[in-house]
């Protein structure tokens, strides 16, 4: 059964905006947002839990977490997007009690979605 599964990406210029969804099989202590390009390694950019949520410094203000628990959902506001936020955007899911991008803690992935700005 497949526990994540994106939506929502896309190609805009520079300046636009996009909102990226992820529907969940069932909810979990912490869930998240990865981005990688070829050739990098996955990196979060973004995560969610009890306690809050929490975003990597470079996309503070441009990109926020959120979620609704009564849709099973999910999402990624992402406005002011840059050439640099271009990527394979990927939601992911863990069952600790603590909430970080340590990348190896997730335990559930989506397949992804692409997300291209132009300049």
């Known amino acids: 059964q497949v526990q994540l599964m994106e939506s929502g990406g896309g190609s805009v210029q520079a300046g636009g905006s996009l909102t990226l969804a992820c529907v969940y099989v069932?909810?979990?202590?912490?869930m998240g947002w990865f981005r990688q390009i070829p050739g990098k390694q996955r990196e979060g950019v973004a995560a969610?839990?009890?306690?809050?949520?929490y975003h990597d410094r470079s996309v503070q203000g441009r990109l926020t977490i959120s979620q609704d628990t009564n849709k099973n959902t999910l999402y990624l506001q992402m406005n002011t997007l840059e050439p640099e936020d271009t990527a394979m955007y990927y939601c992911?899911?863990?069952?600790?009690?603590?909430?970080?991008?340590?990348?190896?803690?997730?335990?559930?992935w989506g397949q992804g979605t692409q997300v291209t700005i132009s300049s």
């Open positions: 992911a899911a863990r069952k600790t009690v603590s909430c970080d991008f340590v990348r190896n803690d997730y335990t559930y």
């Open positions: 069932r909810s979990h202590t912490c």
């Open positions: 969610i839990s009890r306690g809050g949520s």
